[in-house]
């Protein structure tokens, strides 16, 4: 029963992994680009969170209603103002621009909030569970995985069942043929930041109600999400889940066996499916 327990709890950590995941796999899909400011992303939505639970007095899950909306307009700003200029067939230029906004981001957290690890306080739901069988599982894990499938399940209906959806794979096929049908690229990819962005939000709040945070940890959060996107597939919603749930799996089975073992063993699970497979174990949908 304990190795089922631990199986049972990595699924459940997976759920937080798909959500570091899932704006870097839309975002690869829509505009192939690789965002090492993604993990940074995360921490400022943390941070964000915890400023206005601060000013308001809201409960955490409650301040997405704020942070939420404000992480997507961020992402429509940068993307527009920054990220579309570095965009084209050189994939170095959007690495060495998206490396210097995380190097920005790290030192201006820095500045604001001190290095002192913070966390956000969500009352009872922090420690609240309930059994099953002989399960014991918390009320936050649960949530947060059942927040995972909701919002892949989200984006996978904006994508193929919705005119933004069909403009986003439009753009992602064959961008100057988009461009000629009257899609302006631009505005779409910044449309595709914003969303990825309201996700990070999402991720950054959950993970600041699960564990605590300071500016230099955005760094294995990336990490993290880049595992999940690569194990899964590339541009694969659901395959990013996938993906979040191995590694989070891995992660507490090599606990399991020894507590030293938690982050290696995920790594290791990440580096086996991309020396059997490394195009990851889901192809992207196309259509």
């Not at 009320?139 to 499938?149: C, E, H, M, N, R």
């Not at 989070?248 to 580096?271: C, E, S």
Request: glycine residues 14%.
């Amino acid at each position: 029963m304990d190795w089922v327990n631990a199986i049972v709890q990595g699924t459940l950590l997976g759920g937080l992994y798909a959500l570091f995941a899932a704006g870097l796999s839309l975002i690869f899909g829509v505009m192939r680009l690789v965002n090492i400011a993604h993990g940074d992303l995360i921490i400022f939505s943390a941070y964000l969170g915890l400023t206005v639970v601060m000013a308001t007095g809201l409960h955490p899950l409650l301040a997405l209603i704020i942070a939420v909306p404000a992480m997507a307009a961020i992402g429509y700003a940068l993307q527009r103002g920054i990220l579309n200029h570095t965009l084209g067939d050189d994939l170095l230029p959007p690495l060495l621009v998206t490396f210097g906004l995380s190097v920005i981001l790290q030192n201006g957290l820095l500045e604001v909030y001190t290095a002192d690890p913070q966390k956000m306080d969500a009352g009872v739901l922090e420690t609240a569970s309930f059994s099953i069988g002989d399960l014991q599982l918390g009320v936050l894990p649960v949530l947060t995985f059942g927040v995972a499938v909701a919002v892949i399940a989200s984006l996978q209906w904006v994508f193929y069942r919705t005119a933004m959806g069909r403009a986003f794979r439009a753009v992602s096929d064959n961008q100057e043929i988009a461009q000629l049908m009257g899609l302006n690229r631009r505005h779409i990819f910044g449309l595709a930041m914003a969303l990825a962005l309201a996700v990070t939000a999402v991720a950054g709040i959950l993970l600041g109600i699960r564990t605590s945070f300071d500016p230099s940890v955005g760094g294995g959060r990336l990490i993290f999400g880049f595992e999940a996107v690569i194990i899964g597939g590339l541009g694969n919603l659901w395959g990013t889940l996938a993906g979040g749930v191995i590694l989070g799996v891995a992660q507490t089975i090599g606990a399991k066996i020894d507590p030293g073992w938690q982050i290696l063993a995920g790594h290791i699970a990440f580096l086996i499916v991309l020396a059997i497979r490394p195009q990851g174990l889901f192809p992207r949908i196309s259509g």
